[in-house]
């Protein structure tokens, strides 16, 4: 899988004129001590490359302070403490070269369109500054305003034209549409249209956001749960055929879909001939899986029953893990050193 992004001449003169324009904003745009961070002793072209790395601007974390005052945020305390010195250090112990980053659940969407579409801007921004003050250090997975269809397409537009984004990271529902809901598809249409790259991270939805099941993180269940039901909605409802160009990836090694009654009838004889091209199993092993939550030996040993190891990309789900620890697990999940290789670069 190769990342990149192109564009015309003018779009890419604007894109370098933004972030030339962003230089004096930069110190007091970063949270404190982000702009003094020393660069990473991990040489080009030798460390790892995570696609699954959180950040959270200080625009972000106050409006989802403001939400969390009404009903609980999954996750608050972390993003009020997070830093960018404090990102760059765990990368270098974790010998992550280069992270892609992405914004987690809640994500930007709480009700109201205006306020969606200003946050997903903001967060865009804050990340272009990241990876221009940073450079080599951070790639960029767009967020998007769904469900507003309109403003997506529009900062699809400003993402990858204006700032040059590596793609873009959306959440696995919004508003209890998955994503694979027919309202979506001109969004599919254009990222098929761009050859993106898309990833995927597991949100709860509405019914089971926080205290569904009392005393049981939705950590535990939902979140992997509502991935498959996007999967599901994916595969079975045509989108991931109709858009072959994107290459995806899916958090947490797919989450519980290996559970599901998506794939029965595979037999050892299927599993190890090449999938029908018109087969459920044919999309599940073009997809993309990060290993975030999924470091040991069951996640790895079903994942390496079902797709082969070029569809497994390191992640490490920072600030709540790090990614020295998710290495560790990876390490005694039985993978061979060629996997491994693959798994923390080769893949990327």
Same mark, same amino acid.
């Given at each position: 899988m190769t990342l990149h992004t192109s564009c015309h001449h003018d779009a890419c003169h604007g894109r370098r004129h933004f972030i030339g324009s962003l230089g004096a904003l930069a110190a007091s745009a970063l949270l404190p001590g982000a702009a003094g961070a020393a660069q990473a002793a991990v040489g080009p072209g030798s460390g790892r490359i995570d696609f699954h790395h959180h950040y959270?601007?200080?625009?972000?974390?106050?409006?989802?302070?403001?939400?969390?005052r009404i009903k609980p945020v999954l996750g608050f305390d972390q993003f009020k403490i997070w830093t960018i010195a404090q990102d760059l250090e765990a990368?270098?112990?974790?010998?992550?070269?280069?992270?892609?980053l992405s914004v $987690?659940?809640?994500?930007?969407?709480f009700g109201d369109a205006a306020e969606t579409r200003t946050a997903a801007r903001e967060l865009n921004e804050f990340a272009a500054r990241m990876k221009s003050d940073h450079r080599g250090r951070y790639g960029q997975f767009a967020v998007l305003p769904l469900p507003d269809v309109d403003a997506t397409l529009r900062e699809i537009e400003y993402a990858?034209?204006?700032?040059?984004?590596?793609?873009?990271?959306?959440?696995?529902?919004?508003?209890?549409?998955?994503l694979g809901d027919k309202s979506f598809a001109p969004v599919w249409a254009e990222l098929n249209r761009r050859k993106a790259v898309v990833y995927i991270h597991a949100t709860a939805p509405g019914c089971c956001s926080w205290d569904f099941q009392p005393g049981i993180l939705p950590t535990?269940?939902?979140?992997?749960?509502?991935?498959?039901?996007?999967?599901?909605?994916?595969?079975q409802g045509? $989108?991931?055929?109709?858009?072959?160009?994107?290459?995806?990836i899916w958090s947490h090694g797919g989450g519980s879909i290996w559970a599901q009654r998506f794939l029965v009838g595979e037999s050892t004889a299927s599993l190890a001939r090449e999938a029908p091209a018109d087969s459920r199993l044919y999309q599940f092993r073009r997809f993309f899986y990060d290993t975030a939550a999924?470091?040991?030996?069951?996640?790895?040993?079903?994942?390496?029953?079902?797709?082969?190891?070029?569809?497994?990309?390191?992640?490490s789900d920072f600030p709540w893990v790090e990614p020295v620890k998710i290495a560790a697990g990876l390490e005694s999940s039985g993978l061979t050193p060629q996997d491994l290789q693959a798994v923390y670069r080769d893949n990327a």
């Open positions: 959270f601007s200080p625009a972000w974390v106050r409006l989802v302070e403001s939400k969390h990368m270098d112990r974790g010998n992550v070269e280069k992270a892609f $987690t659940q809640p994500g930007v969407w990858f034209d204006t700032l040059g984004a590596d793609g873009v990271g959306l959440l696995s529902s919004y508003d209890d549409k998955w535990f269940i939902e979140l992997g749960s509502d991935l498959a039901r996007a999967m599901v909605s994916m595969v045509g $989108t991931a055929k109709a858009t072959p160009a994107i290459r995806y999924a470091a040991d030996a069951i996640h790895m040993g079903i994942l390496k029953l079902v797709v082969p190891p070029t569809q497994i990309v390191f992640g």
